[in-house]
Structure formats: C-alpha cells, structure tokens
C-alpha cells in the first residue's frame, strides 16, 4: 500500500481537482468518513460542517444506505434505461411525484445538478417549438449558479467560473438580486418580460454559490405571478436548497406559486452517487405525448437512473422523511436561529442570516465575492481546528449533515466567534 506521502505524490502528478488551481494544491488523503467525521491517513477526525459540498444529508458511511447499495448490486448494478425500467427508479418517482406539486406528472433522471438544469431548458426551449410557438428571452436572477454545463452557465452570472465562455453563452436577460422588498426585480420584470418570454429560472430564496444570498417567499411569488401572466415557464433550480435544506422538503414550499419545472440532485442520494430529476408539470408533459417522433425529447446518459443511485436515493428519501429527521431539521433551524439572536455584531460582520439548516456569516471585505483574500484565512483557521469549511469568499457558511448534534453545533459556533474575535 502506498505511503501517505506517496499518495499526495501520485494525486499532485495524476489528478487535476475542480475548483483548485493547479499550482500549489495539497488535497488531504482520506481514509474513511462516518458520521458528520471525515478521517485523514494522519490520524485527524474532521468535522464535515458543509456535507461536503452540501450533499451528504444524513452523514458519511449511514448502514441504511449502505445495505440498499449492497442489496441493489447483487440484482441490478446498471441498464440501459431506454426501453428498460427498473422498481428502484419506479418506486424513486412515485416518492418524489408525492411531495412535488400534484401539477408535477413526471420526472426525467439525469446525473447531476447541472445536467437536471440543461434538462429543464430544453424542455421549456422545445416546448415552445413543439406548440408551433417558439420563443426565445430566457430570465434569470443577477447572483445566480445553475452550474458548469453551457446551458447552466448561461443561465448564471457573468463572473470568473463563465470569463472565458462568455463569448460562447447564449443571451439572458437578468433582474437584480430580489434582496428586501424586491422592488427593482420586480420592476425589471414587468419591464422585460413578454410574450417571446420562454422561461424564467431562479434559485428559490437563496442562492448557494454566491454566498448563501437569501430573499423572501412573497417576492418570488410576485415574479412567478408577473411570469405567469405571460405564459412563461418558471424553472425552480432546487438543486442546493432540495430536500429539507430550507427547514421545508422543497424551498418552493413555501411559495403559493408553483413553479413547471424542478431541477433537483445534491442531497437526493444522501451524498453517495450522481443523480439528477428534473420534475415536470402536466402541462409541458403534454406537448410531448404525441405521436409525432419529431416533437420526442431527445435527450440522455448512459447513467440515466442508475439502479445503484436509485436505490441509495429510495433508502435517503425514507430516511429523510421519517420523524427522527424532520426532528433533526427542526432541531438545527431552530439552533441557527438562537445563534442568530444572541450574535454579537462586530464591525468586520457585513450580515447574518439564515433559513432552515442554512447559516452564513458575510463579513465584510474590499474584494468581496468568491475570490476573496478572506477565503484563504477562513479556511486555514477552521482547517486548523480540524473544521471543515469552505467559505465562499468572504461569506461563511455552515449546512451540516442533520445527524449533527448540538454540541457539535456549539463547537462550530463558537470557533466562528473566535475566528471573528481575532478580525478586531
């Protein structure tokens, strides 16, 4: 077995890591996780306060996940999925067809966050072309992250992850951010949006990638209201805030609008395999039952609702929805909440806030955003205490896995005020 310095060794010459610059990157050898716990080779026991990028839900290495994994592998690893059908993935869709609108008729499976976004653009750009009534103004909100893919990155913010795309990306019209009561967007999208309007898309209530921004339920609802009104197709990128994150299943839930389409993937297989939905209203499922082959969706991976995905996601999904971790999810909103009010303000914290399980801390900084000179300080003093978080800029946040205790809450809040303790 190689040595530990081997190891980084070989991942420094074979491995090129997202999100890392080549030059100077160390990614720490793991040797296993369990629980809320990340284990190094070296012997430190890390505690994964960000569900390692927010999609382990109920903990590392969870023995119910685990058996319905082992369980589906002795059946079915992997089939094609055109002209084949399986129960994991029958049994997937009839759970998530329950907690989605009843407008929601049916979901297409994906492999991941960005895939389930591309997905629910197609659909929304072909149905407009199969009515015989293309339309082409796309919307979407300043601040967003759909993902990597061309059609996600369109759809996003202009800004260091797209730089060198942006020539390539089709044209979107953007609202400002819907911070407060939301004016502005509002405004913007009684100004823009019309009848060549196809689609509007947003992340609901809070936007993870640009530093956990949160905005009110009643001021989507007025978007959706004003989208609507024209016919448009809202598309909910639930990718991030999905299955339970906000303290709701869906942040949609607490919208009276309904969104066409939901875009769904992180926590869905509680952090173990790539999989992505894409949740489709009645009313789009119909301009593509029809007989004509030409108006079929052709779109797929070789993955599409892998058995073995499928399987951990029917194990988290009744996890998720059983009453020990509807507790939990309570439990951690209501801890970030008291938090919240007995935070001491301090002239380096820009705002707090928080919604569900979702905490952050902004502070403020020149060179505020994603690239922040604050990101690396944040890192390195929690890293050190071995915490794991991975500050988005200048904006520290925590969205644990919710088999986190409140002692280990308490630990996490209280190396927060320290780290701000030593900014005075």
């Known amino acids: 077995m190689l040595g530990l310095t081997n190891l980084e060794k070989a991942d420094q010459k074979n491995i090129w890591h997202p999100f890392s610059p080549l030059a ?48 589906q592998a002795a059946k079915v690893e992997q089939v094609i999925f055109a002209g084949f059908t399986h129960r994991p993935a029958i049994d997937l869709s009839k759970t998530l067809l329950k907690l989605l609108p009843k407008s929601i008729s049916k979901v297409f499976f994906s492999d991941n966050g960005s895939t389930s976004v591309e997905v629910a653009i197609k659909l929304a750009i072909q149905y407009w072309h199969n009515e015989g009534k293309p339309r082409r103004k796309i919307i979407a909100l300043e601040g967003a992250y759909h993902g990597d893919t061309f059609g996600s990155m369109s759809v996003a913010e202009r800004n260091i992850f797209s730089a060198p795309f942006n020539d390539f990306l089709f044209e979107v019209e953007f609202l400002p951010f819907p911070s407060g009561d939301g004016k502005a967007a509002i405004e913007r999208m009684q100004e823009i949006v019309n009848d060549d309007t196809a689609a509007f898309i947003f992340e609901p209530l809070v936007q993870g990638a640009a530093g956990m921004q949160m905005y009110q339920p009643e001021v989507l609802d007025e978007l ?12 909910a990128d639930e990718v991030m805030t999905g299955f339970g994150r906000t303290g709701k299943m869906f942040a949609c839930d607490y919208l009276k609008e309904e969104p066409d389409l939901f875009c769904l993937s992180k926590g869905i297989t509680g952090g173990y395999l790539p999989m992505g939905v894409t949740a489709v209203n009645e ?14 969706f052709f779109h797929g991976h070789s993955y599409t609702a892998n058995p073995l995905a499928c ?4 194990a988290s999904m009744k996890l998720l929805l059983g009453k020990k971790c509807q507790q939990h999810i309570q439990r951690i909103s209501q801890a970030h909440a008291a938090f919240v009010e007995r935070f001491q303000p301090t002239a380096e914290v820009k705002e707090v806030r928080h919604r569900g399980t979702i905490l ?27 915490m794991l978080l991975r500050p988005l800029g200048n904006v520290i946040y925590l969205i ?3 088999i986190i205790t409140n002692d280990e809450l308490e630990k996490m809040y209280a190396a927060i005020e320290e780290f701000l303790a030593t900014r005075q």
Do not use: Q
């Open 360 to 386: 952050a801390i902004e502070l403020h900084a020149d060179d505020a955003g994603y690239t922040s000179s604050l990101k690396e300080a944040i890192y390195d003093f929690f890293m050190a205490k071995d």
């Open 224 to 235: 959706l209201r004003i989208a609507k009104s024209k016919d448009v197709i809202c598309i």
């Open 283 to 296: 009313r789009l499922v119909k301009a593509f039952d029809v007989e004509d082959r030409l108006k079929a």
């Open 24 to 71: 100077g990157n160390k990614p720490i050898p793991v040797k296993k996780a369990k629980g809320v716990y990340i284990h190094t080779h070296d012997g430190r026991k890390i505690i994964d306060s960000i569900s390692s990028w927010w999609v382990n839900i109920h903990g590392h290495s969870h023995p119910k996940i685990n058996k319905a994994i082992s369980r």
């Open 311 to 314: 399987a951990a996601a029917n």
């Open 400 to 402: 644990p896995p919710y």
